[in-house]
């Protein structure tokens, strides 16, 4: 007799950051075509989960100050449940992505949605987000920026830090 297993939906949130400038701006300023500075969440369980400079934070769907999301992608369904999805969040905030960790290029929202991505659905966020860095600093004016832009951590107001934030 085969137990049915509870199977949850998990979506992909995504916001454009410069609220359509980026794609307006980038010919002049990088001299390539850039359609958005993207930033993105989990939505599983009810919640919206994403990692900025004070660590892992979870609101309502749409909850912060960005609003409802650009676009919303469907990753699939997970059998995890949601205890051991926190479980599995709240180590994640002790380690790899306490908000000392946050780097803008190299380990921001967008890496920690591609790994909780592939944990709850073994599927990755879109290439176009996660090759987002590696587009701007290929160009002379992102080479320039870099040291300006490394400095910026970038936490959406409104949502409620899981597990201590910072940890400096």
Not at 102 to 122: D, I, M, S
Request: glycine share 12%.
């Amino acid at each position: 007799m085969e137990k049915n297993i509870p199977r949850y939906n998990v979506q992909l949130y995504i916001y454009d950051l410069s609220r359509g400038m980026a794609r307006n701006l980038s010919p002049i300023m990088l001299g390539k075509q850039l359609d958005g500075i993207w930033h993105t969440a989990i939505v599983a369980y009810g919640d919206e989960f994403f990692f900025g400079g004070e660590g892992i934070s979870s609101c309502s769907p749409g909850g912060t100050m960005l609003g409802p999301p650009d676009t919303i992608v469907e990753l699939g369904e997970t059998e995890v449940t949601e205890e051991i999805f926190m479980d599995y969040l709240s180590s994640l905030g002790e380690t790899t992505y306490r908000g000392d960790r946050y780097r803008l290029f190299e380990h921001n929202c967008n890496t920690f949605t591609n790994e909780v991505a592939q944990f709850l659905t073994g599927r990755t966020i879109p290439s176009y987000i996660t090759d987002l860095p590696s587009e701007v600093l290929s160009t002379p004016f992102g080479q320039i920026l870099r040291p300006i832009l490394d400095s910026i951590h970038i936490a959406p107001p409104g949502g409620n830090v899981i597990n201590g934030g910072r940890n400096l």
